[in-house]
């Protein structure tokens, strides 16, 4: 905030001294003013005709044009009463006309008028690029940080030995398995880059890599999927988000004691949002990995910088049982 006033300190000397100098250029070549304290304040009017126009700029951007063009006639308005005000009342032209002044000073105005919608404009424009620009680097590092959580030793490690332990007592588990895991490792290289996916593909990998833990953990599973159909191309999802917390939900119900696991995924599609919740078996861990909950807190970056305040997330925990609800604004 206090270099922002200190720019507009800057940049309103600039205006009144490039205006005086101007006016110092005029008066050697020959032109006289006849009173220089009001050739001053014409710099100063001019000066607040330049923010008025930036005021205007901002109410463009926002507001639709009906209401743009009643802001503005109000605008010219108030600047041409004072402007008479001014010439009448404070520098002692008691004759001076209302029409005239408008006339004779107006159009000079106008253009300080148009710079600062121009100012704004401009601005604007080159905030959104910059917005854009730290938007695509942000999310080019949450892919990185996801990709690498996805493709992580661990998860390897730990899906390689399991497969390991299936193929000598069970091998007839292993092809659907490997097929199940290299679908998800595609998706996981490839979707993964995208800042936005058709949320019936996400729904394909989340079934994928359901179907995949089912037959991994077998008969120790209770799962219970209540997923919607989505046909429509146009709604939209942000890649690998969901995933993260169906992982978290296996991680944890496989770490407790109990002989038998519970899982529940919901995801419904009304009045465009997304709502999706996950119930699982939980079990308080007494020594925490220290890898652990990163892919959590890099989903809740990644929702922070795509959808801002357009989605609601809420978790707790209660008798051994977690629960997590987040609410996605549809995007197309």
Not at 60 to 82: D, E, H, N, P, R
Not at 261 to 288: C, R
């Amino acid at each position: 905030m206090k270099n922002k006033w200190w720019f507009h300190i800057a940049f309103s000397l600039t205006v009144i001294s490039a205006l005086l100098l101007g006016m110092c250029l005029l008066y050697l070549a020959g032109f006289r003013f006849h009173q220089l304290p009001s050739a001053f304040a014409d710099c100063i009017f001019f000066l607040l005709c330049i923010y008025a126009g930036r005021w205007l700029g901002s109410q463009y951007l926002k507001s639709k044009l009906a209401v743009f063009i009643g802001y503005w006639l109000v605008v010219i308005t108030l600047l041409a009463v004072l402007k008479w005000l001014l010439v009448k009342i404070v520098f002692n032209h008691p004759y001076a006309g209302f029409p005239e002044v408008v006339r004779d000073t107006m159009p000079f105005f106008l253009v300080g008028l148009v710079a600062g919608i121009l100012l704004k404009l401009i601005r604007a424009s080159m905030q959104k690029e910059l917005n854009d620009a730290y938007l695509q680097s942000q999310q080019k590092t949450m892919e990185f940080d996801l990709l690498q959580s996805q493709l992580s030793p661990h998860f390897l490690f730990n899906t390689l030995n399991n497969l390991y332990g299936i193929s000598i007592e069970q091998h007839e588990r292993i092809p659907p398995l490997l097929l199940k895991l290299s679908q998800l490792l595609r998706y996981s290289v490839y979707g993964g880059k995208k800042q936005m996916v058709p949320l019936a593909e996400e729904l394909d990998y989340i079934k994928t890599y359901i179907e995949f833990e089912q037959i991994r953990i077998s008969d120790r599973l209770i799962m219970k999927t209540n997923i919607t159909q989505v046909i429509d191309p146009v709604i939209q999802i942000a890649p690998m988000v969901l995933i993260v917390f169906i992982e978290n939900a296996f991680k944890h119900a496989k770490n407790t004691t109990a002989q038998k696991i519970h899982i529940a995924v919901d995801l419904q599609v009304t009045d465009g949002f997304i709502n999706f919740s996950v119930v699982n078996s939980y079990q308080p861990e007494e020594k925490k990995d220290e890898h652990s909950g990163i892919g959590l807190t890099n989903t809740i970056k990644r929702l922070n910088l795509l959808y801002g305040n357009n989605y609601e997330l809420q978790q707790d925990s209660v008798n051994d049982v977690y629960r997590l609800q987040l609410k996605l604004k549809i995007m197309k």
